[in-house]
């Protein structure tokens, strides 16, 4: 089947693969307002840094269509602190906010001002793609032939507009790649969304636990480890999904390269290092529960951050759509 959209703007509402329900069901929301779109981001519903980010813009363009001449500065203002309060590790989405509210202060009239928020949204939309694509042709050029890389959550079409980020080297890099993909817990992003999509592009995938990933590194079956990201400071430490910084060490004591892939718009220039980056921490039931089946006994502890911090010095090479850069990246990441 053709791999579904992820995003998609129809009839005056934005259209989101609902990827909670995958692979199970291939279902949409449409989201006629803000709300809709914060709550999607919020409950994973969209998921994906750069997703998160075009879903955000979108989401702005539908808070002026439900807005008026008098009030759509203040609306605008408005359902972008609504949207940033959403998830606070991913910045794309304040890179989205920031960019359409940019946009709407170029002019002037609710109709004008409607019509360039719907131009930007389309454009960070198209964009990614061709950021993706430039992307994953500069990193497959880092793999060697029928390479086997091991992954981690979901960087893929799921997470972008479409081809992908760590996702996208390895489409880039072609059919070949032999991919490991960690099953990524508590949320299971890489067996439910990964293997997933790798295998409707007919890749040749095999699902692990997170648990096993050394194993498979030190029985010599991995080239390479790509992952995505959700925020990369100024000095290259780098926030993704949790259990990246575990991958990170294992490669580095196994001398396998270990590489980011990420457009430059989750370059945070405004931070110095890892240690500014604000790591989500979700609800206690992610962990305790699976597909709503409780798996823990009532009333224990939990402790569940989104994200972990991969210190720079432990990332070969970061890959962005403007090029590959090797440590040490201070000065290197500039936009």
């Known amino acids: 089947m053709a791999r579904p959209k992820t995003i998609s703007w129809q009839d005056n509402s934005l259209l989101l693969l609902d990827q909670r329900k995958l692979p199970l069901q291939v ?16 409950s994973l519903l969209v998921r994906g840094a750069p997703a998160i980010g075009a879903a ?5 363009v539908l808070a002026a269509l439900n807005s008026n001449e008098e009030t759509i500065r203040e609306d605008l203002s408005r359902a972008g602190e609504k949207l940033a309060g959403t998830r606070p590790t991913a910045v ?3 890179w989205a906010i920031e960019k359409m509210m940019t946009a709407a202060a ?3 009239g609710y109709a004008a001002i409607y019509q360039r928020l719907l131009e930007e949204a389309h454009s960070i939309l198209e964009q990614d793609v061709i950021s993706n694509r430039a992307m994953g042709k500069l990193g497959a050029q880092l793999l060697p032939p029928k390479a086997r890389v091991l992954t981690i959550c979901n960087a893929g079409a799921l997470a972008t ?8 080297v390895i489409r880039s890099a072609g059919r070949d790649v032999k991919v490991y993909a960690c099953e990524t817990r508590p949320v299971l992003q890489g067996a439910r969304l990964t293997a997933w999509e790798l295998l409707e592009d007919g890749f040749d995938v095999t699902l692990i636990c997170d648990s096993m990933a050394g194993t498979v590194m030190a029985q010599g079956m991995v080239d390479a480890v790509i992952a995505g990201a959700d925020r990369i400071a100024a000095n290259g430490d780098t926030a993704n999904k949790i259990g990246t910084y575990s991958l990170a060490v294992l490669a580095k004591a196994h001398k396998i390269p270990f590489y980011i892939a990420a457009p430059t718009s989750t370059i945070d220039e405004k ?14 039931d992610e962990v305790t529960h699976i597909g ?15 994200f972990d911090v991969t210190p720079a010095n432990l990332i070969s090479a970061i890959i962005t759509e403007q090029g590959v850069f090797r440590f040490p990246y201070q000065g290197k990441l500039s936009k």
């Open 27 to 42: 279902e949409y929301k449409r989201c006629e307002n803000v709300e809709d779109v914060a709550e999607a981001i919020r």
């Open 56 to 60: 955000a813009a979108y989401g702005m």
């Open 92 to 94: 794309n989405l304040f």
């Open 106 to 108: 170029e002019v002037q």
């Open 161 to 168: 507009t479409d081809w992908g980020t760590a996702l996208g």
């Open 271 to 284: 931070i110095a290092s890892g240690e500014e980056i604000i790591i989500e921490e979700r609800a206690a």
């Open 292 to 306: 709503g089946q409780r798996i823990a006994p009532s009333g224990v502890k939990v402790y569940n951050p989104a």
